[in-house]
């Protein structure tokens, strides 16, 4: 017998979720079921960052009575993510990766595997598969992950070579939030592992990027000496 119906799962509410996505859980969903569930990712896509325990409620139902749907599958991963959920976000991540055939959502795996102290070896294997058909943010947290991971091991130069397949693809990319971030951790690793003017550098390139400062981008060009 299916699960029940959370009794706290809104209806009837507009909705916000891309037609493609209504459209693949129309599809994969039993046809009993499958307004509940749009309603289900509906929601929780509503509230997911302010509240993604409740979120996850929802779309823990959703992914149990419409576990074919990789819209199900992706939504609660991501909220499990928020939510700080590694269990979950391990569990549903491989799920979504064996029905789509996608790495898309590796750099959040790769992300849960370290908060359980998994080994390194464990999540670069993840991050590895992550290919140019990856969103380029994706790829670069994912190159996030791997690389801090091995400044912490000890091994910042390390973390630098990581981090370079991410500067490389965002050379191509029009410039925006994400190159600002990859330069600050690319400058703090340089920093780490004591190579002053590529840090120096690094740094430079995310403050001039954001045009403001997001994080202490002044204060760590000053302590390296910067002019």
């Given amino acids: 017998m299916a699960p029940a119906r959370p009794a706290d799962l809104p209806l009837g509410r507009e909705l916000v979720l891309p037609r493609a996505v209504q459209r693949e859980i129309e599809r994969t969903a039993p046809k009993a079921v499958a307004a509940d569930v749009i309603a289900a990712v509906n929601a929780a896509a509503e509230i997911a960052e302010q509240d993604p325990a409740r979120a996850l409620t929802w779309l823990r139902w959703a992914r149990d009575v419409a576990g074919r749907s990789v819209s199900v599958l992706e939504a609660t991963a991501i909220t499990a993510y928020l ?41 670069a294997e993840v991050v590895e598969a992550m290919d140019d058909n990856v969103p380029v943010e994706n790829l670069a947290e994912g190159r996030i992950v791997w690389a801090a991971a091995l400044a912490d091991a000890g091994d910042p130069r390390a973390g630098l070579v990581v981090l370079q397949t991410a500067i490389d693809r965002l050379e191509r990319e029009e410039p925006g939030e994400t190159h600002v971030r990859v330069w600050y951790v690319a400058g703090d690793l340089a920093a780490r592992a004591e190579i002053t003017s590529r840090a120096i550098d690094h740094f430079q390139r995310a403050l001039d990027l954001a045009g403001e400062d997001p994080w202490d981008i002044r204060d760590r060009l000053r302590a390296l000496g910067a002019s």
Avoid: K
Wanted: aromatic content about 8%; glycine content about 4%; overall charge neutral.
């Fill in 83 to 123: 939510a700080e959920d590694w269990s979950e976000v391990v569990r549903t991540v491989r799920a979504y990766r064996r029905l789509a055939g996608r790495e898309d959502q590796n750099h959040i795996l790769a992300d849960a595997l370290r908060a359980q102290g998994r080994p390194i070896s464990e999540f």
